[in-house]
């Protein structure tokens, strides 16, 4: 077939002007592109490039049209040894384009790699300087910043109410804060702290070692409850936390850290509670057997008092009868106390000076006892005014707490009876204190209950304690005791006083 | 150091026979000149696997440079086949009876090697596009890259 060779001619050698513009303006861009990132490798990649297809296109394109023109002359033979080094630079050309194509890649990877370590190190770097340049105020920033943590964390241990305390893992103290010392009845830190042992303050020294198993086994014990000497003699309730510190369990040393509460006070309120309720059930339950015991108690009393006017006086049958009405008698005593206590019959309230009233009670006892060897001291408190009371039963109660101090007393001691005022002068306290060998601890929870004595069988119904409690809780009072074993025991019966005498 | 340079020259200008060394006389040229379009073909087509993998073509200046090197990928498969052409004298026979005419003479049934040829001649509108498209890229990404030198900052 027979083609025409123009279109052949014209686009090789207008495509040749073209390559040669078009990749010199390529290199060109390229450069500039480096020019603006020298040290960007990618843009070093694309000069490379640019650099061989402009080699490529002008030896092409420069060839083609000498090789056109030639055959527009009819000098075609002169191409033949010029065509073998065109040929030979285009494949060099594409040699280079290819291989720096094929190694860019890791290349770049590798680029990569050392920018972002040179910027890590340019970081470092900076900061190095940094450090260098304010080392000193950044030291001076954390001396403080930690002399104020300090001093806060001081606060708090030297503030707290409750005791902080550091022990090794023996159990040997370390630090103890104030209220800890106190807590503890170490007036002042002892020079030889750690020569203390901690299970040394415990009531029971068998609950120390429970505490310090567990602290062992688990690393810590959360509010258990323990008693700790008090410094008067008697035990303290206390919520125990701690912690093992440092070390782990497996190993010797670390410290453990102790915090402890007081709940002496929630402890005694808890108790008293309780022995609110208790006593308001036995209340209950023996006023319903009171009542139902004084009806025919009555009729058994009436019926003998019939039968004993008509025997005559100093006969058996007469003896008998009266035997019937004092044992009957004796027996609604009991019932009337029983029903005193349970509160089913209210007070009838009086203004009364209760120093009268203690004055009676102190002349009825001197008339009526063996006072021998037994010194009765009244010391009252004249600001007390007149109180809203049943005057013979506060004397009833007076006369139970000053006979069982003469019994406690024994045949030789000092009873005092005091007057004042509490809670800034809203309530009254008349206080009976004998020096008496006291009341045992395992004897306190139960004094108020009925039919509770330690007298001997005969001497007492065990009735006085409970009737005088619930009066005084008829009167809205109150009746506490302190006993120490050996230094004697005190009653205090708090009765509130009437708005009008108050102050207020 | 010239006397090395000149003897050079000469030896590329005046090759002959040496019987030390092997001679590359005939085809030798033509393997080696169509293996470089080969593995010119096989660089551009790594390029556009790097600049899709590293997602660079979502950048316009990467996307026609990219566009830059299918072109040439598909100028270099032109070439290639019309270099393999012009050696296969049993089938094809190019001869100019005029200046400005060509004659292509196949065997019976193959004339299509010679349209084939024919249109392979016009490489050109192949080669002058991937040219432009990575012109155009460059200039895109001038453009779109930071003003003054800057310390390295990966692309």
């Given at each position: ?5 123009m ?38 990649y ?7 297809l ?22 075609e ?12 630079i ?20 590798i ?24 080392l ?5 920033e ?14 708090i241990f ?9 022990t090794?893992r023996?159990?040997h ?9 106190e ?18 303050f ?31 003699g ?37 108790e ?8 308001a059930s ?10 139902e ?13 019939l ?22 008698r004796?027996?609604k ?135 005088s409690y ?10 506490r ?5 050996g230094?004697?025991?005190a ?14 | ?7 050079i ?15 590359h ?20 087509g ?17 996307r026609l440079?990219?566009?830059a ?16 052409l012009?050696e ?26 010679g349209v084939?040829?024919y ?22 990404l001038?453009?779109?890259a ?5 310390k390295?900052?990966?692309?």
């Amino acid at each position: 077939m027979t083609l025409p060779f123009m279109p052949i001619w014209c686009v090789d050698v207008g495509g040749s002007i073209l390559m040669i513009v078009l990749s010199v303006g390529a290199l060109f861009s390229a450069l500039q592109l480096r020019r603006k990132e020298p040290r960007n490798i990618v843009w070093t990649y694309l000069m490379w490039v640019c650099y061989a297809l402009m080699v490529f296109a002008v030896s092409r394109s420069a060839g083609h049209i000498l090789k056109q023109v030639l055959i527009l002359m009819g000098r075609e033979e002169y191409w033949t040894p010029i065509r073998p080094y065109s040929g030979a630079i285009n494949t060099f050309s594409f040699m280079v384009v290819g291989s720096v194509t094929l190694f860019f890649e890791r290349t770049w990877t590798i680029y990569q790699g050392i920018v972002r370590d040179r910027q890590r190190l340019e970081s470092a770097h900076q900061e190095s300087i940094y450090l260098n340049q304010n080392l000193e105020q950044l030291v001076e920033e954390r001396t403080r910043a930690l002399a104020m943590s300090e001093h806060q964390y001081r606060r708090i241990f030297e503030g707290s109410k409750d005791m902080i305390l550091v022990t090794g893992r023996d159990g040997h103290l370390l630090d103890v804060n104030p209220a800890g010392l106190e807590m503890l009845g170490l007036e002042h830190r002892p020079e030889n702290l750690s020569e203390y042992h901690f299970s040394s303050f415990f009531q029971e020294p068998q609950e120390w070692q429970a505490l310090w198993r567990g602290i062992d086994r688990k690393g810590f014990i959360s509010s258990a409850e323990v008693d700790l000497k008090s410094p008067n003699g008697n035990r303290k309730r206390v919520l125990l936390s701690g912690g093992l510190e440092g070390e782990s369990s497996e190993e010797e040393g670390g410290t453990i850290h102790f915090l402890v509460k007081d709940i002496e006070q929630q402890r005694m309120m808890r108790e008293q509670m309780a022995q609110a309720d208790k006593l308001a059930s036995i209340g209950e339950l023996s006023s319903g057997i009171a009542h139902e015991i004084n009806n025919p108690l009555g009729i058994i009393l009436g019926y003998t008092q019939l039968m004993l006017r008509n025997e005559l006086e100093g006969s058996d049958r007469a003896a008998d009868l009266k035997t019937i009405e004092k044992q009957v008698r004796h027996c609604k005593s009991i019932v009337e106390d029983l029903l005193n206590f349970a509160r089913t019959s209210s007070p009838k309230k009086e203004l009364h000076d209760i120093h009268a009233v203690v004055e009676d009670v102190l002349h009825f006892i001197r008339q009526h006892s063996k006072l021998d060897g037994i010194e009765i001291r009244a010391n009252y408190d004249r600001r007390v005014g007149p109180l809203l009371m049943d005057e013979k039963k506060i004397s009833q109660v007076l006369i139970n707490l000053l006979m069982n101090a003469i019994y406690a007393v024994g045949g030789r001691g000092e009873i005092t009876v005091t007057t004042g005022m509490s809670d800034n002068g809203q309530k009254a306290v008349v206080r009976v204190h004998d020096d008496g060998p006291g009341i045992q601890s395992r004897d306190m929870a139960r004094i108020f209950d009925p039919f509770f004595t330690t007298k001997p069988t005969g001497q007492g119904t065990g009735l006085g304690l409970s009737v005088s409690y619930g009066i005084i809780k008829n009167h809205g009072g109150d009746i506490r005791v302190e006993s120490t074993p050996g230094q004697g025991t005190a009653f205090s019966i708090v009765l509130p006083i009437p708005a009008d005498f108050n102050g207020r | 150091m010239k006397a090395v340079f000149v003897t050079i020259l000469l030896l590329l200008a005046l090759p002959s026979a040496a019987a030390a060394t092997q001679g590359h006389a005939g085809p030798e040229g033509l393997y080696a000149h169509q293996m470089a379009h080969l593995f010119f073909m096989f660089a551009m087509g790594l390029l556009i696997y790097w600049l899709r993998r590293r997602r660079l073509i979502d950048q316009g200046g990467w996307r026609l440079i990219q566009y830059a090197a299918l072109f040439f990928i598909l100028w270099n498969l032109d070439a290639f086949v019309v270099h393999l052409l012009e050696e296969q004298v049993d089938v094809l026979s190019i001869s100019r009876p005029e200046r400005w005419q060509m004659r292509i003479e196949t065997p019976a049934n193959w004339s299509w090697v010679g349209v084939v040829y024919y249109l392979g001649k016009l490489d050109h509108l192949i080669c002058v596009p991937a040219v432009v498209f990575l012109f155009m890229g460059l200039r895109r990404l001038i453009r779109a890259a930071p003003q003054g030198p800057t310390k390295g900052a990966l692309p």
